[in-house]
């Protein structure tokens, strides 16, 4: 089958590049799973954008850049505040609902934003409602959509991307053809014990790309979400980042010395308003400190009618573990949240692949540096998206491998026994805290297992076992600590930080 454009993924970055991409050509969605499974869906606290009274392009641009402890690039952050109130703009004519305070689009705060500058629909249910639009969209300009399809390989055709295969329901192999794919595939919290993505999200974009000589960077960069739910019982889930926003506190739980008492502000000045990473951190440290699996985030003291309206999502989620957060405190802990490395891109979305683009999580832009700023992620989306569509008109070629990339030869592709095995060994060794000794140790796990099995789950499982090494590999060559990446054999961040990032591409790549 040929088509002009083939996206993989169908999260906001995918379905969004899918839209603007139908406008020049016949173009595909290809999903691993149904159209609306993605990380989108999941998203609570919104989008980020300098929208509001009081607010600018460059206090959000500043915002961004001091969260990114050193790493951001500049110029794609330049960008990417920038051009958000245009993005939203657009969202808003495409039909997603955002919410409204007396006429006026209502802007929740969140960790790090100097401003209250996150938009939102629905309270805390921002990606469902964006993801439904999306959807809708996507079918009025009719866009094929492969769901329940795997992408196993990106087909390289005269030093070009040309295509994929990939496996349908019934495990067939389809070949898709055409001459410009944009990677939208998502990120890999999967690889964690612990998070807050959906049973899709395990990497496999890195994976592919990396397989087909593409340039990865800043992988040693996961940022783990400080509050997902943790109840006996009860599935991982996000307690956006909202909710502190709207006066939420996080207290140890009763007992013992330190029982009940507000911890973060002996951590940050910003207490519960630090970046992710610091209150993340804070949150590890007190769990070992008094030797239990959660802290309390606690948004009681509120009025109970306006958190039940503002949080829809997170109210009704808890109820059905009989936990209503308008009248007790809920038990939370650090989950694997988001991929701040990925597919390197320049500003416009291009891989070092000619014929390969990349947008969202999977993309390593620049924009998030060694953390990321709560929500600019769904910004990035659609800012990027664009972006690589407009450049891929322009019959663009691919971006220059950044300087200092590393050829990096791996023992050969495995696969652990199953996900869990590799989810317990990425948690203690290449987790919120890291050092050497786990990281080596991890490094020659995942080198020792076999090679992948036959099948969808073997892939997958494949995939996983790659980016994890990609992930632990960064992990040990940066011996420093920055941002999201924090080793207890070297905690002090260095005065001088630089901006080096780690890239690798795969040995004998072409
Ligand atoms: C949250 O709602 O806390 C998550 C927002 C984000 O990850 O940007």
């Not at 911890?263 to 993340?280: C, G, S, T």
């Not at 663009?396 to 200092?404: C, L, N, R, T, W």
């Not at 090679?451 to 076992?465: F, H, Q």
């Amino acid at each position: 089958m040929h088509y002009d454009y083939l996206i993989l993924g169908s999260g906001i970055a995918g379905l969004y590049a899918a839209l603007l991409a139908a406008r020049h050509g016949r173009t595909a969605v290809v999903t691993k799973g149904p159209i609306e499974e993605s990380n989108t869906k999941y998203a609570q606290g919104g989008i980020a954008a300098a929208v509001g009274p009081g607010d600018s392009v460059a206090t959000h641009r500043e915002d961004t850049l001091r969260a990114g402890a050193g790493l951001c690039d500049p110029e794609a952050v330049d960008v990417l505040a920038r051009e958000a109130p245009d993005r939203i703009r657009r969202l808003t004519e495409l039909g997603v609902p955002f919410d409204s305070d007396e006429g006026r689009v209502a802007l929740g705060r969140e960790g790090a934003h100097s401003r209250p500058r996150i938009l939102h629909a629905g309270g805390d249910r921002t990606g469902d409602a964006i993801e439904t639009v999306m959807v809708r969209r996507v079918g009025e300009a009719g866009v094929d959509v492969f769901d329940r399809h795997a992408v196993t390989r990106l087909r390289i055709e005269a030093g070009r991307v040309a295509g994929v295969e990939a496996l349908d329901p019934d495990g067939r192999s389809v070949l898709l053809n055409a001459p410009r794919t944009i990677l939208a595939t998502g990120g890999s919290g999967q690889l964690y014990t612990l998070t807050t993505n959906p049973a899709v999200a395990t990497g496999d974009g890195v994976a592919l790309a990396w397989r087909a000589g593409a340039v990865v960077r800043d992988m040693e960069f996961v940022q783990f979400h400080p509050t997902a739910l943790r109840l006996p019982g009860a599935a991982t889930f996000l307690l956006t980042e909202a909710l502190r926003g709207e006066g939420a506190l996080l207290r140890t739980p009763p007992g013992g010395d330190r029982g009940g008492r507000r911890f973060m502000p002996d951590y940050h000045p910003l207490a519960e308003l630090a970046p992710r990473d610091v209150v993340a951190r804070a949150i590890a440290t007190e769990m070992r400190r008094t030797g239990r699996d959660h802290v309390l985030l606690d948004i009681s003291h509120a009025d109970a009618d306006f958190v039940a309206a503002r949080f829809p999502g997170v109210h009704q989620h808890c109820l059905r573990y009989e936990l209503d957060i308008t009248r007790e405190p809920a038990p939370v802990a650090p989950a694997a949240h988001y991929q701040m490395g990925g597919v390197y891109t320049d500003h416009w979305g291009r891989t070092t692949l000619p014929g390969l683009y990349a947008c969202g999580e999977v993309a390593n832009t620049g924009v998030h540096g060694a953390n990321r700023l709560a929500s600019n992620s769904l910004l990035e989306t659609v800012v990027f998206a664009q972006r690589a569509v407009e450049a891929s008109q322009r019959g663009d070629a691919a971006a220059p491998a950044p300087a200092g990339t590393i050829p990096l030869g791996l023992a050969g592709e495995t696969a652990p026994p199953d996900r869990a095995a590799l989810q317990s060994l990425l948690w203690s060794n290449a987790g919120i805290v890291r050092d050497a000794g786990g990281l080596a140790a991890a490094a020659a796990a995942i080198d020792a297992w076999g090679p992948p099995p036959p099948g969808l789950e073997g892939a997958t499982l494949g995939n996983m076992a790659l980016v994890g090494r990609l992930i632990v590999e960064a992990a040990r060559r940066r011996t420093d600590s920055r941002g999201a990446h924090y080793r207890s054999d070297a905690p002090a961040q260095p005065a001088d930080t630089g901006d080096a990032h780690l890239s690798f591409v795969r040995a004998g790549a072409p």
